[in-house]
């Protein structure tokens, strides 16, 4: 028997469960603690980020569908941290417990064609893409869309990895040989003014909350500094919001989804992205909105009301990477001599580049003056200093 749909409220007291368990599922975990509820955590992994803080750290794999059930039977209600998750998990855990956001959304989510197909589907503004399943029809795909453009795995990807950029035609054959797949994306090279995101959420009623419009700057393809309110036009604003609100209806969603957009130069929005859970740039809204993402995402799976989003202050935030590990320990009493830092640390005990290992949160009278003193306490980690990313854009 199905236990999708559950009772109406999940009420403080009950146990949730978290399929994942890295640094979303961990302060996840914190915002639910704190409201009283129990966290259990299953994922193949032990002493993980978010089995530090729950209660109880299921070690087995996602393969497992017997053990997935069980983890299942002991909870009022599942939900993610993270997108690659076999479908046969979600399914099992569903004969036990309502699975919010539902397996049909992951299901879309985690695979960038079924995504961009299912936004056209719905009128939705994408970067015009193409299907390749072949060296040949990468070949058609580039007559199609141009050069330069973007390959990138169908599945499985994330900050930057299963992509490659195609600048000549002779760029192809290695750039398919790299990937190792047999399903993937070609998507046209935007030269768009910014990154941003809106985060928003959608309740068991209906109901919509998002947290407004966050400007987001990558470094090698990974999230650096995020700041929000975001510097665009209120007309830009209100259509980022709009299409979040829309996607949320058309999927379904019961939780958290993040779309990502690029921002063109003319103001049109194209969807880059969609996460249907907390995602990296809001993690700002942990110190810096009267209500997080992480508390957000609880509400809206247990049935209660959503809780406001508004800004305590303007607010960024820098990820702190494993590169900044390789000189020793940071110095942690030079970031936390900001007095308005807050530092977030994901309890990983391996550090390497290019690894998420926390963040650092600053508010400030201004969005600029935020990114300005959270980028310069993330540089006084260690003596020699950090080399700062290119100019933010938007925030100049």
């Known amino acids: 028997m199905s236990h999708r749909d559950g009772p109406r409220v999940i009420e403080p007291g009950a146990t949730i469960g978290v399929l994942g368990s ?10 639910a603690r704190r409201m ?13 980020p978010t089995g530090q803080v729950a209660d109880r750290e299921w070690q087995a794999s996602y393969d497992d569908l017997d053990n997935v059930r069980e983890f299942a039977r002991g909870v009022a209600v599942v939900t993610f941290e993270f997108e690659n998750i076999p479908s046969a998990t979600v399914l099992a855990a569903t004969e036990f417990a309502p699975v ?5 959304v992951l ?3 985690q695979h960038r064609l079924r995504e961009k197909r299912f936004l056209c589907k719905h009128g939705f503004p994408v970067v015009p893409f193409e299907a390749v399943r072949s060296l ?10 141009g050069l330069p453009a973007v390959l990138k795995t169908a599945g499985w990807g994330y900050d930057g990895k299963g992509q490659s950029k195609l600048t000549k035609a002779d760029d192809a054959a290695a750039a398919w040989q ?3 797949t047999n399903e993937a994306v070609l998507e046209a090279f935007v030269d768009f003014d910014c990154e941003v995101s809106v985060i928003a959420a959608r309740g068991l009623d209906g109901k919509m909350a998002d947290f407004g419009v966050i400007h987001n700057a990558h470094v090698n393809h990974i999230l650096d500094v995020s700041v929000a309110p975001a510097d665009v036009p209120p007309e830009v604003e209100r ?6 609100y829309g996607v949320l209806e058309a999927l379904g969603v019961v939780g958290v989804l993040c779309v990502e957009f690029f921002v063109a130069r003319d103001g049109r929005l194209m969807i880059n992205e969609l996460a249907p859970r907390p995602h990296n740039s809001g993690h700002l809204t942990f110190d810096g909105c009267v209500t997080s993402q992480f508390e957000q995402q609880l509400r809206a799976i247990c049935g209660l009301p959503l809780g406001a989003t508004s800004l305590l202050r303007p607010v960024a935030m820098a990820n702190l990477l494993g590169d900044l590990w390789q000189a020793g ?4 009493s030079a970031a936390c001599a900001f007095p308005s830092v807050k530092l977030h640390l994901y309890g990983k005990e391996q550090s390497r580049p290019g690894r998420k290992m926390g963040h650092l949160t600053a508010m400030a009278d201004s969005p600029m003056d935020a990114r300005r003193t959270v980028v310069a306490a993330r540089n006084a980690l260690r003596p020699s200093g950090l080399v700062e990313g290119p100019p933010f854009a938007g925030h100049r």
């Open 107 to 109: 299901y879309v989510t």
């Open 178 to 180: 790299r990937l190792s």
């Open 36 to 48: 009283g509820y129990r966290v259990h955590t299953y994922s193949p992994d032990d002493d993980t």
């Open 329 to 332: 320990i940071p110095q942690w």
């Open 239 to 244: 259509e980022a919001v709009r299409i979040a």
């Open 136 to 145: 040949e029809d990468l070949s058609t795909a580039i007559g199609k869309i």
């Open 22 to 31: 890295g640094q979303l599922g961990r302060m996840f975990a914190i915002a």
């Open 100 to 104: 919010r956001p539902s397996g049909e």
